[in-house]
């Protein structure tokens, strides 16, 4: 396909795309993707931080599907980062596809959310600003150094209702029962691959076998933690069926969830690929997007 895009992603991108479509996704891979970023409505608004960004110099062009992202014309992170915005946390630097699960989640104030595999914090942080900080959100992390990191950037952002466990998700007390639960699943990072950058994903046939298996894993546990009624999101930086659409249909076999068919149309302009699960969203490697794919779920017994 393209030196330094690994053989076998290779293989499994043209064996479920197709030459065409695997072909716009290496151009994806190819692009410098531009810096984006998040407004935390926590601590300042999103005019706030445009007159921030233009009195440095950078100029940042808005999203019309959030209010709170913005993408960086003439500038990347190391032109942000010395910034008092910041250094405050009045800005969470995050790509803006990662902004699209908390947006699906939909949550609200009060409500008592999971975010079951959530260090560094960028999507916690974005579902305690969305609630205006009135959410109680447990934030669960395997890795003790990454639910370090994910507590200083919960209180650098200001998320003040954030219980934080350092455990692994499957381990989670099955007496618990959430309002909403946000799976950001561990994945091979096949949607985040930039050539440009040096990146590369880890791609094995081993690998993703182990990766797949725990991504069920967690999903039917998920599952089980939310409330009878209640809806989840799905979501991964990856483009691959077996870690998308295949995990999702087998863990609603598993526990009878239903589908919550994602509305396209509340997102115009993001790049999508084609989804063997109609509902669930694909989103296509550009300059300005990673890959990323989201799923919205409903407990119904
Ligand atoms: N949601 C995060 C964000 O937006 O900043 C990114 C999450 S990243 C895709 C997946 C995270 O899951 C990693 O930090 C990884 O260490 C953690 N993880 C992997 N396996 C886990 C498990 N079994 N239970 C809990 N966390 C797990």
């Excluded at 974005?126 to 003790?144: P, S, V, Y």
């Excluded at 799976?183 to 949607?191: I, M």
């Excluded at 298996?213 to 799905?234: F, H, W």
Aim: proline share 5%; with cysteine; hydrophobic share 40%.
């Amino acid at each position: 396909m393209r030196e330094g895009i690994p053989s076998y992603l290779a293989q499994l991108i043209i064996a479920q795309y197709g030459e065409e479509t695997a072909e716009r996704i290496a151009q994806g891979f190819e692009c410098r993707r531009k810096t984006t970023l998040r407004a935390n409505r926590i601590k300042n608004d999103a005019a706030g931080v445009l007159s921030a960004l233009e009195a440095a110099g950078i100029a940042a062009q808005r999203v019309s599907w959030s209010e709170d992202a913005f993408i960086l014309e003439n500038a990347h992170e190391d032109a942000v980062t010395p910034l008092s915005i910041y250094e405050n946390g009045e800005i969470y630097m995050q790509s803006l596809s990662s902004m699209i699960p908390p947006i699906v989640l939909d949550p609200k104030a009060e409500e008592n959310i999971l975010d079951m595999a959530a260090a560094p914090g960028g999507k916690t942080t974005q579902i305690a600003a969305l609630t205006g900080n009135r959410a109680q959100i447990t934030a669960c992390e395997r890795h003790a150094a990454r639910a370090e990191r994910m507590k200083y950037n919960l209180q650098k952002q200001g998320a003040t209702r954030v219980s934080v466990m350092n455990i692994d998700a499957r381990q989670l007390d099955d007496m618990f029962r959430f309002d909403r639960v946000l799976l950001d699943a561990p994945c091979s990072g096949s949607g985040t691959l930039q050539l440009r950058e040096g990146s590369r994903a880890r791609f094995t046939k081993e690998y993703l076998d182990k990766t797949v298996k725990t991504q069920e894993a967690l999903l039917v546990k998920a599952l089980s933690l939310l409330r009878p009624g209640c809806e989840m999101v799905y979501s991964t930086c990856s483009i691959l069926e077996r870690e998308n659409e295949e995990i999702v249909r087998r863990a609603m076999k598993k526990t009878g969830a239903q589908l919550v068919p994602i509305e396209a149309q509340a997102f115009p302009g993001v790049p999508l690929l084609p989804v063997t699960l109609p509902g669930t969203m694909c989103v296509c490697p550009d300059e300005t997007y990673e890959g990323f794919f989201v799923a919205k779920l409903r407990r119904v017994r």
